[in-house]
């Protein structure tokens, strides 16, 4: 008896200790400092989503507290000024520099300290090295590429080595950033004969590379490092498998005609490790579904939804979802103001009875003016249907706007919207990359939020909601 209560007695206590140890396990973040010469009063850290934000006192002091569950790479923004922080749960670590001269000025104390101090250096060592600007390095002979990448790569290293010499650094953190310099070379590598050929205008094949060598090492990469999956270049050279793979079967398989269903099929195939398969799905989905909105992504989210192991992704593809549902399909739109070519005030509202098939562009995006020759042809094609064709710029001024419409000779609906990406439409629409294509019913109300382009596969849906107009 007395075996038995001793027994129950330390069985208590166990599960006591852990008990108590679980409830003490502290996930509390937190990034305090003064910063000189912000050129904004708002300061914030996120991860995806905003985690929390300050307003930066007039000393310069500010205070982000947060909660989060694991280590991460964390983005802290004021303005234009944006910088990585490298945090566990329960870090705190205090900042100090001047936001005009960032670089050269930071100093951290506190944990981590020495990590986020060498992410500076780091930084700092690429952009002076040369290893940020791909262009030029790419453009040279593969000698002497060769040589120079290897060059900058013991420059930027350098950094590297320091903080490997000292104590007490996070061991994680260490096995990342040397993983870098391995992954950052082969990547480098691979994308030489590519951009040699488009920098020196010559054919990819007629590059000297040894492209059979490094697509050997290209494919030796293990697939199922989780532990490198915040390893820029790592993350890269498997995004790269991932579409070669999805191009080739879509060459193989006729009836594969969606790019993202050959994307999951490839990811499918290549990564058996089930948070690698989560990792890569949850980012093709989240990109889709951020720049074309849910209704685009339907049928990948819910299957997801069913296969995803991890949590988080469910619950941040959710908050993404919730984000587009004011501007879902069926959903009205207010009635915005614009003022036409000729300058006089329009409506929205002006456009009622006709779909309206809209284009959100600029005079400086490349892309934007490559769409015109086929939204040309399309407002010919549509001149009898009761489609209305209405472009409207988002560019910082109307000069020149107006001179490219003129110029051009750009007919039919030409718009104007005040105050560009901040302008109702645009900030109503959740528009974040242009060219953005919005259609509307004839009651002014969303048939899509982000509809296909006019080189794409816009006729399918106007002719099926034309049905029953014409």
Not at 218 to 223: C, K, Q, S
Not at 284 to 291: D, F, G, H, V
Not at 456 to 465: A, M, S, V, W
Request: net charge negative; glycine share 4%.
């Amino acid at each position: 008896m007395k075996k038995q209560t001793l027994l129950s007695l330390i069985i208590l206590l166990a599960c006591y200790s852990c008990s108590e140890k679980q409830e003490d396990i502290n996930t509390t973040i937190t990034i305090a400092g003064k910063l000189k010469n912000h050129s904004d009063v708002v300061i914030k850290v996120s991860l995806e989503d905003e985690l929390s934000v300050d307003s930066i006192q007039s000393d310069g002091s500010f205070l982000l507290k947060f909660e989060y569950e694991e280590t991460e790479m964390f983005l802290v923004q004021n303005a234009d000024l944006r910088f990585s922080l490298y945090l566990s749960p329960g870090d705190s670590i205090y900042l100090t520099g001047d936001a005009e001269e960032f670089g050269v000025t930071f100093l951290a104390t506190g944990d981590k300290s020495e990590e986020n101090t060498y992410l500076r250096k780091k930084i700092k060592s690429m952009n002076e090295s040369g290893l940020n600007n791909f262009m030029e390095l790419m453009s040279l002979k593969k000698d002497d590429y060769f040589v120079k990448k290897d060059s900058i790569l013991n420059v930027v290293k350098s950094n590297y080595t320091q903080l490997e010499a000292n104590e007490g650094i996070d061991p994680e953190f260490l096995e990342m950033e040397n993983s870098f310099f391995t992954y950052q070379s082969l990547f480098m590598d691979q994308l030489y004969p590519t951009y040699h050929a488009y920098i020196n205008k010559i054919h990819p094949d007629s590059v000297d590379f040894p492209r059979e060598k490094i697509q050997a090492e290209v494919d030796n990469v293990p697939l199922d490092r989780t532990e490198l999956l915040a390893v820029g270049p790592y993350k890269n050279i498997l995004d790269s498998r991932i579409q070669k793979l999805a191009s080739a079967l879509m060459k193989e398989d006729s009836t594969l005609t969606s790019y993202e269903d050959a994307s999951w099929l490839a990811i499918d195939s290549l990564l058996k490790n089930p948070v690698m398969r989560d990792q890569f799905k949850y980012e093709n989905i989240k990109m889709t579904m951020e720049y074309r909105g849910p209704a685009h992504v339907e049928e990948q989210y819910n299957k997801f939804l069913v296969e995803n192991t991890t949590p988080k992704f469910a619950e941040k593809l959710e908050k993404i979802k919730e984000k587009w549902e004011p501007i879902s399909p069926g959903k009205e739109v207010p009635d915005f103001s614009f003022v036409d070519i000729e300058g006089n005030p329009v409506q929205m509202s002006d456009l009622r009875g006709k779909l309206v098939y809209i284009d959100i562009w600029a005079t400086w995006c490349g892309p934007c003016i490559a769409e015109h020759p086929h939204w040309d042809k399309m407002k010919e094609e549509y001149k009898d249907k009761p489609v209305a064709f209405l472009t409207v710029s988002i560019d910082d001024s109307k000069e020149p706007w107006e001179k490219m419409v003129k110029n051009k000779k750009m007919e039919g609906l030409q718009w104007f919207a005040e105050n560009a990406w901040q302008s109702e439409l645009t900030q109503f629409f959740m528009v974040n990359a242009i060219p953005r294509f919005l259609l509307l019913d004839t009651e002014g109300k969303i048939l899509d939020p982000s509809a296909d382009r006019p080189s794409g596969e816009i006729r399918e849906t106007l002719d099926k909601h034309l049905e029953g107009l014409v």
